[in-house]
């Protein structure tokens, strides 16, 4: 399985997942997926990378309300009436249960 975002949105096999916020760094391509230890974040969570956008850089998906939050991050969440994210913590929780059961370790942005 492949995790997709697309239109702010996140998706496995066509089925939406979550919500995102991001300043949309990352272009479109396919990225690797792994779940390692955020230093930062103190905790396990997604990192994104490719040939252009190293590992050593840190592009994470984790929680956030606004892009305040994301220093070119996926913030993930629920998004409210006014473009920002709610419940962003337990949407996080389930993504990274989704990505650990169904081994994905590819996003592909579109």
Known sequence: MI??????QLFINGVKICDTLDPNV???GIYKLELN???KFKRELP???NNEFTANRGFRIHQGNS???SNGCILVGIKDKDNH???STNTLNNLINIIKFNKIINLIII
Not at 3 to 8: E, G, P, Q, R, S
């Open 3 to 8: 995790l997709v975002k697309k239109d702010n």
């Open 26 to 28: 990352l272009l479109p």
């Open 37 to 39: 230890y955020s230093p």
């Open 47 to 49: 990192l994104i990378y």
């Open 67 to 69: 892009l305040k939050d």
């Open 85 to 87: 994210l709610i419940d």
